[in-house]
């Protein structure tokens, strides 16, 4: 079956640095990408890792080991706006693009 | 770059009436649109796979005759709710997968609020 997990809350300070972990179990694999949704609203494009190691964009980064089946999504100089839901989605050889129950990201003052 | 129109953005219907929600590729052909369907605080789940000119692909769990999936040409894809119920309010949203033209990028539609009342 096809499973991919992330903790579904986390709080972090603002000015602070963030992790969120993904792990995933798919059939085949294509592409790993994270999204921010804000409430109500449609997802945003953050990163897309396909090979392994770090994507940097900014204050977002992005890692991937296929190997491991894991991703994780770093967010740093935290900013209130940062508030949201971020959803890792798997790309799978079965031309899917399969969610993640999604993190909901709080950052307090 | 790609974009994805999505309408209606609201309706409101009356239990037991049928509702359609249309996506279009504006600059791009699709050929394929994935049709999620996400409830509130939860993640989106994949309702079904819409494939121009054959019939959609549906996820397990998902009832075919009363989510109607459409794919009639390379720029429109239609999910119609058929036989409303409350139950079936929830936040609909569409996309296409990543395609040469759009790089690797998921475009998703701007979402459809369903309520049934």
């Known amino acids: 079956g096809q499973n991919i997990d992330q903790p579904t809350e986390m709080t972090a300070t603002e000015g602070a640095i963030v992790q969120i972990n993904c792990t995933y179990q798919?059939?085949?694999?294509?592409?790993l990408f994270w999204y921010q949704q804000h409430a109500g609203e449609a997802p945003t494009f953050l990163s897309y890792n396909v090979l392994d190691g770090l994507e940097e964009k900014g204050r977002f980064s992005s890692f991937l080991s296929r190997s491991k089946g894991y991703s994780y999504l770093l967010l740093k100089e935290l900013q209130m706006k940062d508030s949201a839901s971020y959803l890792c989605a798997v790309w799978s050889s079965a031309s899917k693009i399969i969610f993640g129950s999604g993190t909901r990201l709080s950052i307090r003052p | 770059g790609a974009v994805v129109s999505q309408h209606p953005s609201w309706v409101i219907c009356k239990s037991g009436t049928s509702v359609k929600i249309e996506c279009r590729s504006l600059?791009?052909?699709?050929?394929?649109m994935f049709w999620y369907r996400q409830f509130p605080k939860q993640s989106l789940m994949l309702m079904a796979t819409s494939n121009e000119g054959s019939k959609a692909t549906y996820e397990q769990g998902v009832e075919k005759d009363k989510f109607l999936i459409n794919h009639a040409s390379l720029t429109l894809s239609t999910l119609t709710v058929t036989s409303a119920h409350p139950e079936d309010s929830s936040f609909y949203i569409c996309s296409a997968p990543p395609t040469g033209d759009s790089g690797n990028t998921i475009y998703f539609g701007e979402g459809s609020w369903l309520t049934v009342v």
């Open positions: 600059d791009f052909q699709a050929t394929t």
């Open positions: 798919t059939s085949g694999f294509n592409g």
